[in-house]
């Protein structure tokens, strides 16, 4: 009988590819038994063909220290967007993870709180349903008044109380948002009156506030991470924007960006298995005394 040479390559091909996914995957679990000290339990719930990969990427943009955001940068933005997926085993992870990379804790409730106040003003953009055009009008003219502003800062610094300021009724935050952003954007002007002074003051005491723990770009890189896996157009193009402004490049922006899918991979992994919680804890204990142990012998 004749042979079918093409069966006969493609039967072939199927053999070699089996073999390679084997090593790649036997070469994933050995690196991650050598970054944390054993194999976790959830690792579990991948499958040969997606482990590999999974790994590579969470080992270089999570842990590596290649990447133009540092460790502790990465796990603050991980924190944020963790805690309003919300993802217990993200949050437990994560707020573990950064105190071991010289986090503070002030820095992680200013990380979660970002994301809060992102979450606010993401909920109240889209369902006023604004013109994205307009919001980004007035968005780029709040960013060259508050660039102004900054420049002017350098000559005549700033207090912490100019950002502590609690008006009490509606019109006297209607007069502070104009005098900090050069205008009263509509967002603002929509919001019940009944609640604004308090929810401006939270704004500016936070997020415009150059007192806190963070920075203006750590902030804003939080709110990026935050925004984009939303996802809420408004709030990426005002935190893409506020970022630039205090000189994020775009690979820190692209960083802040991958760490948030990043944590959403991880949360979707650990919540669609339904992981049991308290054995998660034991594991991530472990990986972080473990890796905790590895560098101080490194």
């Given at each position: 009988?004749?042979?079918?040479?093409?069966?006969?390559?493609?039967?072939?091909?199927?053999?070699?590819?089996?073999?390679?996914?084997?090593?790649?995957?036997?070469?994933?679990?050995?690196?991650?038994?050598?970054?944390?000290?054993?194999?976790?339990?959830?690792?579990?719930?991948?499958?040969?063909?997606?482990?590999?990969?999974?790994?590579?990427?969470?080992?270089?943009?999570?842990?590596?220290?290649?990447?133009?955001?540092?460790?502790?940068?990465?796990?603050?933005?991980?924190?944020?967007?963790?805690?309003?997926?919300?993802?217990?085993?993200?949050?437990?992870?994560?707020?573990?993870?950064?105190?071991?990379?010289?986090?503070?804790?002030?820095?992680?409730?200013?990380?979660?709180?970002?994301?809060?106040?992102?979450?606010?003003?993401?909920?109240?953009?889209?369902?006023?349903?604004?013109?994205?055009?307009?919001?980004?009008?007035?968005?780029?003219?709040?960013?060259?008044?508050?660039?102004?502003?900054?420049?002017?800062?350098?000559?005549?610094?700033?207090?912490?109380?100019?950002?502590?300021?609690?008006?009490?009724?509606?019109?006297?935050?209607?007069?502070?948002?104009?005098?900090?952003?050069?205008?009263?954007?509509?967002?603002?002007?929509?919001?019940?009156?009944?609640?604004?002074?308090?929810?401006?003051?939270?704004?500016?005491?936070?997020?415009?506030?150059?007192?806190?723990?963070?920075?203006?770009?750590?902030?804003?890189?939080?709110?990026?991470?935050?925004?984009?896996?939303?996802?809420?157009?408004?709030?990426?193009?005002?935190?893409r924007s506020a970022a630039k402004l205090y000189e994020a490049t775009d690979r820190e922006m692209n960083e802040a960006l991958a760490v948030a899918a990043d944590v959403r991979h991880w949360s979707t992994i650990f919540h669609g298995p339904q992981?049991?919680?308290?054995?998660?804890?034991?594991?991530?204990?472990?990986?972080?005394?473990n890796s905790s142990q590895r560098q101080l012998q490194s």
């Amino acid at each position: 009988m004749p042979t079918n040479t093409k069966t006969t390559q493609n039967k072939t091909s199927q053999k070699v590819n089996l073999s390679t996914k084997w090593k790649e995957v036997d070469t994933a679990r050995e690196d991650i038994k050598d970054t944390f000290g054993f194999v976790p339990t959830f690792i579990n719930n991948f499958t040969d063909q997606s482990l590999p990969g999974a790994w590579a990427e969470a080992k270089v943009m999570r842990f590596g220290t290649n990447t133009a955001l540092d460790t502790k940068l990465k796990g603050l933005i991980a924190v944020g967007v963790g805690a309003q997926i919300p993802c217990d085993m993200i949050s437990y992870f994560e707020q573990k993870a950064t105190l071991a990379d010289g986090a503070t804790r002030q820095e992680q409730i200013e990380a979660v709180l970002m994301a809060a106040i992102t979450r606010r003003w993401s909920t109240m953009l889209n369902g006023l349903q604004l013109n994205e055009g307009e919001f980004r009008k007035e968005a780029d003219q709040i960013m060259a008044y508050v660039k102004n502003m900054m420049e002017n800062f350098k000559s005549s610094p700033p207090t912490e109380e100019m950002f502590l300021v609690k008006p009490e009724t509606a019109e006297e935050a209607y007069d502070d948002i104009k005098k900090t952003l050069g205008l009263i954007p509509k967002f603002f002007q929509l919001f019940p009156k009944e609640g604004l002074a308090g929810a401006w003051s939270e704004f500016k005491g936070l997020q415009l506030n150059p007192f806190t723990a963070l920075n203006g770009k750590q902030k804003e890189l939080i709110g990026l991470g935050v925004a984009a896996q939303i996802p809420c157009g408004y709030c990426i193009y005002f935190h893409r924007s506020a970022a630039k402004l205090y000189e994020a490049t775009d690979r820190e922006m692209n960083e802040a960006l991958a760490v948030a899918a990043d944590v959403r991979h991880w949360s979707t992994i650990f919540h669609g298995p339904q992981i049991d919680f308290a054995s998660f804890k034991k594991d991530a204990d472990q990986m972080l005394k473990n890796s905790s142990q590895r560098q101080l012998q490194s």
